[in-house]
T-cell receptor, first 113, second 116 residues
Framework: DADVTQTPRNRITKTGKRIMLECSQTKGHDRMYWYRQDPGLGLRLIYYSFDVKDINKGEISDGYSVSRQAQAKFSLSLESAIPNQTALYFC????????????FGPGTRLTVL | GNSVTQMEGPVTLSEEAFLTINCTYTATGYPSLFWYVQYPGEGLQLLLKATKADDKGSNKGFEATYRKETTSFHLEKGSVQVSDSAVYFCALSINAGGTSYGKLTFGQGTILTVHP
């Protein structure tokens, strides 16, 4: 079984809809991250969480919100999706003892029409 | 601010050719440097890393040396295989205040295609 899982793997939605992307991990890591990947732009950090009570904005947090329901679960929400949020979204985790090595989920491909 | 610049792709090579993917960085403080690889349809996985100047990271025949004087971390492999076809990302993180911050800054990625 994969250590970091994301659901759904693919989603097509319409402008204005609320969408939630979920991430779960079995690695026992305390730190979790959400990134988006766009062609030619690499990965950009949306939000990150160092533990259940510590959530921080990344470089592109506008239009997104997150919830850390438990150490193992970190959800990303788009309250009102817009077409320029069409992208590949990745969740990642790390261990506070080795925080510079991150472990990524398989990604969620989101299309907003 | 911190930034990472990779050579533009895509890069197309024949099997057994020599590979270089250039990466340079700008950072405040003393970064750790990484190469991540993304195979088709998968998430990123760590390929190698180096945490201080002159360190060499290596894995699966790939190597990269942390060059502080040229602010570079170029990825090399002596003989590529078809299975090396993937997207390669250079990245850095800054250790802040003596504790590892953990936030990664990525380059834009370089697509590598290796033909038989």
């Amino acid at each position: 079984d994969a250590d970091v899982t994301q659901t759904p793997r693919n989603r097509i939605t319409k402008t204005g809809k609320r969408i939630m992307l979920e991430c779960s991990q079995t690695k026992g890591h305390d730190r979790m991250y959400w990134y988006r990947q766009d062609p030619g732009l690499g990965l950009r950090l949306i939000y990150y969480s160092f533990d259940v009570k510590d959530i921080n904005k990344g470089e592109i947090s506008d239009g997104y919100s997150v919830s850390r329901q438990a150490q193992a679960k970190f959800s990303l929400s788009l309250e009102s999706a817009i077409p320029n949020q069409t992208a590949l979204y990745f969740c990642a985790t790390s261990d506070y003892r080795v925080t510079d090595t991150q472990y990524f989920g398989p990604g969620t491909r989101l299309t907003v029409l | 601010g911190n930034s990472v610049t990779q050579m533009e792709g895509p890069v197309t090579l024949s099997e057994e050719a020599f590979l270089t993917i250039n990466c340079t960085y700008t950072a405040t403080g003393y970064p750790s440097l990484f190469w991540y690889v993304q195979y088709p349809g998968e998430g990123l996985q760590l390929l190698l890393k180096a945490t201080k100047a002159d360190d060499k990271g290596s894995n699966k025949g790939f190597e990269a040396t942390y060059r502080k004087e040229t602010t570079s971390f170029h990825l090399e492999k002596g003989s590529v295989q078809v299975s090396d076809s993937a997207v390669y990302f250079c990245a850095l993180s800054i250790n802040a205040g003596g504790t590892s911050y953990g936030k990664l800054t990525f380059g834009q990625g370089t697509i590598l295609t290796v033909h038989p």
